[in-house]
C-alpha cells in the first residue's frame, strides 16, 4: 500500500474547503484578555464562523483556556501565543476537545494540560506546527479518520506524546517527539496509518508503539535513545501489511525494532545500532522480508523466533555483541546474500529450525564459528563464503541437512556436523588449524570436497556414513574413522602426517583411494573390514592391519620405507596387490589362518614375505625375487 503524506493532506484540505465554504463563512479573532468562557461563548453562538485567531496583543499568553469544539473550523494562532493549563501547578483539563468533523488546529505552543487535543469520532481533522510539552499527554486520537498531524514539536510530557486509537487514514510526519514519559507514538487498533519523517528520541518507553494495526508505513524516521524498543510492533492475531523503512534507529536501551505476531510486513533499508538488545527481534510472525539493513553494535544483530517464512536479503550485519543472525524455533527462514561481520558470536546460529535456505552470504570475522545449529533439520547450506571465523565455519547439529558448494577458510576447525543424513559436498575448505570435517553420527555423506592446508583432513565417528570423491591435503592425518560400516571410497589423500587414513571398526570399506602420506597408508583396527583398489605411497608402512577377517585386496603400494602390507590377526585375506620397492617386508603376517594369494611382489630389500603364526596359507604369489629371502615362516 502506498502511504502518501501529501494525498492525505490533499484530501484534508478539500474535506475542510468543502465543509466550510459557504456565503456565511467569517472569521474571528481574540486576545489575551478573553478567558475560556467568552471564548466557548463565541464558538457556541457564533452561527457563521469558520475561523478562529488568537492573537498577541500582551506577550500571548492565555491561561487555563479549555474548549469543546463542537463545529467545523480552522483555529490558528499569532506567533508566541501559548496556552497555558497550570492551575495552583497542577495540570487541568484539555486546551481543545473536538467532537466534529474537518477541524484544523495550528500554531500553538500547548502546555500544563491533562490532555493539550483530543479528539473522538471525528474525521478530516489536521494538527499542525503546534508545540505541546509539559502536559500529561499530547495529542490523543480515538476512532477519528484522514487525520493529519504534521510539524509539531511534543515533549516532555507525562506519558503518550501522540496516541491514536481505532482509527484509519492517519499520518503522523515531520514532527519532534522528546522526553515524553510513555511511547512517544502509541498507535493501537488502527488502519492505513503513515509514520514519517518524525525525530524521536529520549522517551521513557518505545519510540514508536504499534499493537493490533494493519497497512502501517513507518518510514525515514530518526529514532535514537529512547527507554525501551525503538520500533514495536506487537499483535494477537497478527498485524498485516506494515512496512518499516528507511528509518535509523539507534541506542535505544530495548531492541531497535521488535516485531511480535505479525504477517507481510517488510524491514528495509534501515541503520540499526547500538541498542542494548538485539538490532532487529521478530517473534511469532510470517511472511516478512527483512532486506538491505545496516545493523551494528546491538547485543544479536537479527532475531527471529517462532516463525516462518522469513526472507533476510542483503543486509549488513556488523559488530554485533552476540550473534550476527539468531534463528530458534523457526521454519522456512531464507537468508541470501547477506553480510555478516566481526559479530563477537556466532555469525549465525540455528536452533530448533527447519527448512531454511543459507545461500550466498558473507560470513567472515567472527569470534564463534560463521555458521552453528543445534536440533536442525532439513536446512541448505549452500554457496556461502565463511572466512576467518575463530572456532569453526561451520558446527551443526542435526539430521538431514545439506552443506554444499561452501568456500570456508581460516577457522580452527573447518565443517562440525553431528546427525543423520546429511550431506556435506562440493565444499572448498582451506587454512584450517585443527580438522577440515568433523563429522558425528551415523548415515551421512562427504562427496566431492576439497580440503587444502589443513592441519588434519576427516574425522569420523559414526556408522553406514559415506567419504567420496574428495581431494584432501593435510598436515597431519588425512581421514580418521571410529565406527562400522562406513564407505571410504575415491579419494585423493595427501597427508604429511603419521596415516593417510586411520579407522578403529569393523564393516568399513576403503576402495579406489589414491594415498600419499609420510608414515602409514592406511592403518586399521577392527574385523571385516576391506581395504581395496588403493594406491598406496608411504614412507612407512602401506596398509597396516590389526583385527580379524580381513580383506585388502587390489592395493598398489610403491616405495615404503619399512612394509608393503603389514597383519597381526586371524583370518585376514590379501590378495592381488601389487608391492614393489619397500625397504623392509613386502607382507609382514603376525597371525593364524591368514590367506595369502594372487600378489605381485618385487624388489624389496629384506624378505618378501614374513608368516608369524599358524595355519597361514601362500598361494599363487607372484614373486619378482630379488638376492633375499623371498619367504620366511617363524
Known amino acids: 500500500m502506498n502511504f ?39 464558538l457556541d453562538n457564533t452561527g457563521d464562523i469558520t475561523s478562529l485567531h488568537f492573537k498577541d496583543t500582551l506577550g500571548g499568553l492565555y491561561n487555563n483556556i479549555m474548549l469543546t469544539i463542537d463545529k467545523s473550523i480552522n483555529i490558528t494562532c499569532d506567533v508566541g501565543v501559548v496556552l497555558n493549563g497550570f492551575y495552583e ?21 500547548i502546555t500544563g494540560y491533562n490532555q493539550a487535543i483530543s479528539f473522538s469520532g471525528a474525521n478530516n481533522i489536521g494538527i499542525f506546527n503546534n508545540n ?6 499530547g495529542i490523543s486520537v480515538e476512532f477519528g479518520e484522514n487525520v493529519s498531524i504534521a510539524n509539531n514539536t511534543v515533549n516532555d510530557n507525562e506519558f503518550s506524546g501522540i496516541d491514536i486509537d481505532s482509527s484509519r487514514n492517519i499520518n503522523v510526519s515531520n514532527n519532534i517527539l522528546e522526553k515524553n514519559s510513555g511511547s512517544s507514538i502509541s498507535v493501537q487498533s488502527s488502519d492505513s496509518v503513515n509514520l514519517e519523517k518524525n525525530y524521536v528520541k529520549n522517551n521513557l518507553n ?50 531497535g525494532i521488535n516485531v511480535d505476531g505479525s504477517s507481510k510486513f517488510s524491514i528495509c533499508n534501515n541503520t540499526v545500532e547500538e541498542n542494548n538488545e538485539d538490532g532487529i527481534s521478530v517473534v ?43 534463528i530458534d524455533s523457526s521454519e522456512k527462514v531464507t537468508v541470501d546474500n547477506n553480510v555478516i561481520d566481526g559479530n563477537r558470536g556466532d555469525g549465525i546460529t540455528i536452533d530448533y529450525s527447519f527448512n531454511s535456505l543459507f545461500t550466498y552470504n558473507n560470513i567472515k570475522n567472527n569470534l564463534g564459528s560463521g555458521t552453528s545449529g543445534i536440533y536442525s533439520d532439513y536446512n541448505n547450506i549452500t554457496k556461502n563464503t565463511l572466512t576467518n571465523n575463530k572456532e569453526t565455519g561451520m558446527n551443526f547439529e542435526g539430521d538431514n541437512n545439506a552443506f554444499k558448494n561452501n568456500i570456508i577458510s581460516n577457522s580452527n576447525i573447518g565443517i562440525i556436523s553431528s546427525g543423520m543424513s546429511n550431506l556435506i559436498y562440493n565444499n572448498t575448505i582451506k587454512n584450517i588449524k585443527n580438522h577440515g570435517i568433523m563429522l558425528y553420527d551415523d548415515s ?25 570423491n574428495n581431494k584432501i591435503t593435510t598436515k597431519s592425518d588425512g581421514v580418521s574413522i571410529k565406527g562400522d560400516s562406513n564407505t571410504v571410497s575415491n579419494n585423493n589423500i595427501n597427508s604429511k602426517g603419521n596415516y593417510g587414513i586411520k ?11 589414491t594415498i600419499t602420506s609420510l608414515k602409514y597408508g592406511i592403518n586399521l583396527k577392527g574385523n571385516k573390514n576391506k581395504i581395496m583398489s588403493s594406491t598406496i605411497k608411504s614412507k612407512y608402512t602401506g596398509v597396516s592391519v590389526k583385527g580379524n577377517s580381513n580383506l585388502i585386496s587390489g592395493i598398489k603400494s ?8 603389514e597383519i597381526r590377526g586371524n583370518k585376514n585375506t590379501i590378495k592381488k596387490n601389487t608391492l614393489l620397492k619397500s625397504v623392509c617386508h613386502a607382507i609382514l603376517i603376525n597371525g593364524n589362518s591368514n590367506k595369502i594369494t594372487h600378489n605381485t611382489i618385487s624388489k624389496n630389500k629384506k624378505h618378501e614375505i614374513i608368516f608369524k603364526g599358524k595355519k597361514n596359507v601362500f598361494k599363487k604369489t607372484k614373486l619378482i625375487i630379488n638376492s633375499h629371502y623371498y619367504l620366511l615362516y617363524n
Open 558 to 565: 610403491n616405495k615404503n620405507k619399512k612394509h608393503g602390507i
Open 132 to 137: 505541546i510539552s509539559d502536559n500529561n499527554r
Open 503 to 513: 579407522a578403529v571398526g569393523s564393516k568399513n570399506t576403503f576402495s579406489k583411494n
Open 206 to 255: 518505545d519510540g514508536i508503539y504499534l499493537i493490533e494495526s494493519n497497512n502501517a508505513n513507518i518510514s525515514d524516521n530518526v529514532i535514537e535513545e529512547n527507554g525501551g524498543n525503538g520500533i514495536s510492533l506487537e499483535s494477537i492475531d497478527y498485524s498485516n501489511n506494515v512496512n518499516i523503512n528507511n528509518n535509523v534507529v539507534k541506542k535505544n536501551k530495548g531492541h
Open 89 to 109: 501547578d497542577e495540570r487541568w483539563g484539555g486546551a481543545f476537545d473536538i467532537l466534529v468533523d474537518n477541524v484544523s488546529i495550528s500554531g500553538f505552543t
Open 444 to 468: 551421512n555423506s562427504i562427496n566431492n570436497n576439497i580440503l587444502t592446508n589443513c592441519n588434519m583432513g576427516v574425522y569420523l565417528d559414526g556408522s553406514r556414513n559415506k567419504i567420496m
Open 4 to 42: 502518501n503524506k501529501k494525498f492525505l493532506l490533499i484530501i484534508f484540505l478539500i474535506a475542510v474547503f468543502y465543509s466550510l465554504s459557504s456565503a456565511s463563512a467569517a472569521s474571528y479573532s481574540v486576545t489575551e484578555n478573553w478567558d475560556s468562557i467568552m471564548i466557548q461563548d463565541l
Open 284 to 326: 511469532y510472525c510470517e511472511n516478512i522480508d527483512i532486506k538491505n539493513n545496516n545493523v551494528s553494535k546491538n547485543n544479536n544483530g537479527i532475531s527471529i523466533y517462532s516463525s516462518e517464512k522469513i526472507n533476510l536479503n542483503d543486509n549488513n550485519v556488523k559488530n554485533n555483541s552476540q550473534n550476527g543472525l539468531y
